[in-house]
T-cell receptor, first 111, second 113 residues
Protein backbone atom coordinates (compact mmCIF):
# COMPACT_ATOMS: atom_id res chain seq x y z
CA UNK A 1 0.00 0.00 0.00
CA UNK A 2 1.03 3.56 -0.54
CA UNK A 3 2.11 5.83 2.29
CA UNK A 4 3.29 9.40 2.49
CA UNK A 5 5.66 10.72 5.11
CA UNK A 6 6.16 14.35 5.92
CA UNK A 7 8.49 15.81 8.53
CA UNK A 8 8.96 17.49 10.85
CA UNK A 9 5.48 17.77 12.34
CA UNK A 10 6.20 21.13 13.96
CA UNK A 11 8.94 23.65 13.45
CA UNK A 12 9.77 27.02 15.00
CA UNK A 13 12.31 29.04 13.06
CA UNK A 14 13.63 32.59 13.40
CA UNK A 15 13.14 35.15 10.66
CA UNK A 16 15.94 34.97 8.12
CA UNK A 17 16.82 31.34 8.79
CA UNK A 18 16.68 28.65 6.07
CA UNK A 19 13.96 26.05 5.72
CA UNK A 20 13.85 22.49 4.46
CA UNK A 21 10.71 20.36 4.68
CA UNK A 22 10.84 16.87 3.30
CA UNK A 23 8.16 14.60 1.93
CA UNK A 24 8.55 11.04 0.70
CA UNK A 25 6.08 8.62 -0.83
CA UNK A 26 6.25 4.86 -0.67
CA UNK A 27 4.48 2.17 -2.62
CA UNK A 28 4.00 3.97 -5.91
CA UNK A 29 6.12 5.21 -8.77
CA UNK A 30 6.07 8.43 -10.75
CA UNK A 31 3.46 10.15 -8.57
CA UNK A 32 2.33 13.72 -9.01
CA UNK A 33 3.57 15.58 -5.94
CA UNK A 34 2.21 18.75 -4.37
CA UNK A 35 3.01 21.26 -1.68
CA UNK A 36 0.10 23.19 -0.21
CA UNK A 37 0.03 25.88 2.45
CA UNK A 38 -2.84 26.53 4.78
CA UNK A 39 -2.56 29.89 6.52
CA UNK A 40 -4.37 30.29 9.84
CA UNK A 41 -8.12 30.47 9.29
CA UNK A 42 -7.76 30.18 5.55
CA UNK A 43 -8.03 27.50 2.92
CA UNK A 44 -5.45 25.52 1.02
CA UNK A 45 -3.19 27.26 -1.42
CA UNK A 46 -1.30 25.21 -4.00
CA UNK A 47 2.36 26.27 -3.90
CA UNK A 48 4.15 23.78 -6.15
CA UNK A 49 3.43 20.63 -8.08
CA UNK A 50 5.66 18.18 -9.87
CA UNK A 51 5.04 15.53 -12.49
CA UNK A 52 8.54 14.06 -12.47
CA UNK A 53 12.11 14.29 -11.25
CA UNK A 54 13.43 17.80 -11.62
CA UNK A 55 10.10 19.12 -12.95
CA UNK A 56 8.61 21.78 -10.71
CA UNK A 57 5.73 24.13 -11.43
CA UNK A 58 5.17 27.11 -9.19
CA UNK A 59 1.65 28.38 -8.68
CA UNK A 60 2.34 31.60 -6.80
CA UNK A 61 5.38 33.89 -6.56
CA UNK A 62 6.89 33.65 -3.11
CA UNK A 63 9.87 33.22 -0.88
CA UNK A 64 9.85 29.45 -1.23
CA UNK A 65 11.22 26.92 -3.69
CA UNK A 66 10.71 23.22 -4.28
CA UNK A 67 12.86 20.43 -5.59
CA UNK A 68 12.36 16.82 -6.57
CA UNK A 69 15.73 15.11 -6.49
CA UNK A 70 14.23 11.62 -6.59
CA UNK A 71 11.02 10.16 -7.95
CA UNK A 72 9.32 9.92 -4.57
CA UNK A 73 10.96 12.79 -2.72
CA UNK A 74 9.70 16.34 -2.66
CA UNK A 75 11.44 19.11 -0.73
CA UNK A 76 10.20 22.57 0.17
CA UNK A 77 12.90 25.12 0.90
CA UNK A 78 13.61 28.71 1.67
CA UNK A 79 16.91 30.54 1.97
CA UNK A 80 15.53 33.18 4.34
CA UNK A 81 12.22 32.78 6.10
CA UNK A 82 9.77 35.64 6.50
CA UNK A 83 7.11 36.03 9.19
CA UNK A 84 4.49 35.60 6.49
CA UNK A 85 5.82 32.10 5.76
CA UNK A 86 4.18 30.82 8.95
CA UNK A 87 1.45 28.30 8.29
CA UNK A 88 0.52 24.68 7.96
CA UNK A 89 2.28 22.98 5.06
CA UNK A 90 0.85 19.88 3.49
CA UNK A 91 2.50 17.52 1.07
CA UNK A 92 0.33 15.35 -1.14
CA UNK A 93 0.59 12.87 -3.97
CA UNK A 94 -1.76 11.64 -6.66
CA UNK A 95 -1.72 9.27 -9.60
CA UNK A 96 -3.06 11.36 -12.43
CA UNK A 97 -6.65 12.57 -12.16
CA UNK A 98 -7.46 10.51 -9.10
CA UNK A 99 -7.71 11.54 -5.48
CA UNK A 100 -4.84 13.15 -3.62
CA UNK A 101 -3.37 11.59 -0.50
CA UNK A 102 -2.03 13.94 2.13
CA UNK A 103 0.70 13.83 4.69
CA UNK A 104 -0.02 14.87 8.25
CA UNK A 105 1.37 18.34 7.71
CA UNK A 106 4.08 20.53 9.19
CA UNK A 107 3.15 23.48 11.34
CA UNK A 108 5.76 26.16 10.74
CA UNK A 109 5.99 29.15 13.04
CA UNK A 110 8.42 31.88 12.06
CA UNK A 111 9.37 34.09 15.01
CA UNK B 1 -9.57 30.24 -14.69
CA UNK B 2 -9.81 27.67 -11.97
CA UNK B 3 -11.61 28.60 -8.80
CA UNK B 4 -13.52 26.76 -6.11
CA UNK B 5 -15.70 28.65 -3.68
CA UNK B 6 -17.46 27.64 -0.49
CA UNK B 7 -18.87 29.37 2.54
CA UNK B 8 -16.53 29.60 5.51
CA UNK B 9 -18.77 28.52 8.36
CA UNK B 10 -21.75 26.27 9.07
CA UNK B 11 -23.36 25.54 12.43
CA UNK B 12 -25.91 22.76 12.87
CA UNK B 13 -27.64 21.08 15.76
CA UNK B 14 -26.56 17.57 16.69
CA UNK B 15 -28.77 15.04 14.91
CA UNK B 16 -29.77 17.41 12.12
CA UNK B 17 -28.50 17.19 8.55
CA UNK B 18 -25.58 19.36 7.42
CA UNK B 19 -25.39 20.60 3.86
CA UNK B 20 -22.12 22.10 2.67
CA UNK B 21 -22.15 23.81 -0.71
CA UNK B 22 -19.44 24.49 -3.25
CA UNK B 23 -19.23 26.09 -6.68
CA UNK B 24 -16.46 25.53 -9.18
CA UNK B 25 -15.51 27.12 -12.46
CA UNK B 26 -13.76 24.51 -14.57
CA UNK B 27 -16.39 22.55 -16.49
CA UNK B 28 -13.77 20.12 -17.75
CA UNK B 29 -13.09 18.74 -14.28
CA UNK B 30 -13.14 14.99 -14.21
CA UNK B 31 -13.33 14.42 -10.49
CA UNK B 32 -14.82 16.48 -7.70
CA UNK B 33 -13.87 15.74 -4.11
CA UNK B 34 -14.81 16.34 -0.54
CA UNK B 35 -12.00 16.26 2.01
CA UNK B 36 -12.21 16.48 5.80
CA UNK B 37 -9.59 18.09 8.00
CA UNK B 38 -9.70 17.57 11.75
CA UNK B 39 -7.80 20.02 13.98
CA UNK B 40 -4.02 19.94 13.48
CA UNK B 41 -4.16 17.07 11.00
CA UNK B 42 -3.79 16.50 7.29
CA UNK B 43 -6.67 16.07 4.90
CA UNK B 44 -8.60 12.87 4.48
CA UNK B 45 -10.66 12.07 1.44
CA UNK B 46 -14.30 11.63 2.40
CA UNK B 47 -15.80 10.93 -0.96
CA UNK B 48 -15.55 11.87 -4.61
CA UNK B 49 -17.81 11.93 -7.60
CA UNK B 50 -17.14 11.54 -11.30
CA UNK B 51 -18.26 14.43 -13.42
CA UNK B 52 -20.69 12.21 -15.34
CA UNK B 53 -22.65 11.39 -12.18
CA UNK B 54 -25.43 13.38 -10.51
CA UNK B 55 -25.44 11.80 -7.10
CA UNK B 56 -23.39 9.51 -4.92
CA UNK B 57 -24.38 8.13 -1.55
CA UNK B 58 -22.08 6.55 1.00
CA UNK B 59 -23.65 5.77 4.39
CA UNK B 60 -24.42 9.16 6.01
CA UNK B 61 -22.86 11.11 3.14
CA UNK B 62 -24.68 12.21 0.01
CA UNK B 63 -22.96 14.14 -2.77
CA UNK B 64 -25.04 16.02 -5.33
CA UNK B 65 -23.56 17.42 -8.52
CA UNK B 66 -25.28 19.96 -10.75
CA UNK B 67 -23.01 20.26 -13.78
CA UNK B 68 -25.10 22.92 -15.44
CA UNK B 69 -24.72 25.27 -12.46
CA UNK B 70 -21.26 23.89 -11.50
CA UNK B 71 -22.55 23.29 -8.01
CA UNK B 72 -21.48 20.51 -5.66
CA UNK B 73 -22.95 19.76 -2.26
CA UNK B 74 -22.20 17.42 0.60
CA UNK B 75 -25.00 16.34 2.89
CA UNK B 76 -24.18 14.70 6.21
CA UNK B 77 -27.18 12.98 7.75
CA UNK B 78 -27.63 12.75 11.52
CA UNK B 79 -24.68 15.06 12.21
CA UNK B 80 -22.59 14.03 15.21
CA UNK B 81 -20.00 15.87 17.31
CA UNK B 82 -17.29 13.83 15.59
CA UNK B 83 -18.26 15.50 12.33
CA UNK B 84 -16.83 18.81 13.57
CA UNK B 85 -14.06 19.65 11.13
CA UNK B 86 -13.19 21.74 8.11
CA UNK B 87 -14.60 20.35 4.87
CA UNK B 88 -12.84 21.13 1.61
CA UNK B 89 -14.33 20.92 -1.82
CA UNK B 90 -11.82 20.27 -4.59
CA UNK B 91 -11.74 19.78 -8.33
CA UNK B 92 -9.28 18.10 -10.64
CA UNK B 93 -9.31 20.11 -13.86
CA UNK B 94 -8.14 18.80 -17.20
CA UNK B 95 -6.16 20.66 -19.78
CA UNK B 96 -2.81 20.92 -18.08
CA UNK B 97 0.24 18.72 -18.26
CA UNK B 98 -0.21 17.69 -14.66
CA UNK B 99 -3.25 16.92 -12.60
CA UNK B 100 -3.59 19.89 -10.32
CA UNK B 101 -6.14 19.56 -7.59
CA UNK B 102 -7.66 22.90 -6.71
CA UNK B 103 -9.22 23.34 -3.27
CA UNK B 104 -11.81 25.70 -1.94
CA UNK B 105 -11.18 27.68 1.22
CA UNK B 106 -12.91 25.11 3.40
CA UNK B 107 -16.14 25.22 5.43
CA UNK B 108 -15.79 24.95 9.18
CA UNK B 109 -18.63 22.80 10.49
CA UNK B 110 -19.51 23.22 14.14
CA UNK B 111 -22.06 21.15 16.00
CA UNK B 112 -24.24 22.58 18.75
CA UNK B 113 -25.97 20.37 21.32
Amino acid sequence: SQTIHQWPATLVQPVGSPLSLECTVEGTSNPNLYWYRQAAGRGLQLLFYSVGIGQISSEVPQNLSASRPQDRQFILSSKKLLLSDSGFYLCAWSAGDTEAFFGQGTRLTVV
Amino acid sequence: GEDVEQSLFLSVREGDSSVINCTYTDSSSTYLYWYKQEPGAGLQLLTYIFSNMDMKQDQRLTVLLNKKDKHLSLRIADTQTGDSAIYFCAESPRGSSASKIIFGSGTRLSIRP
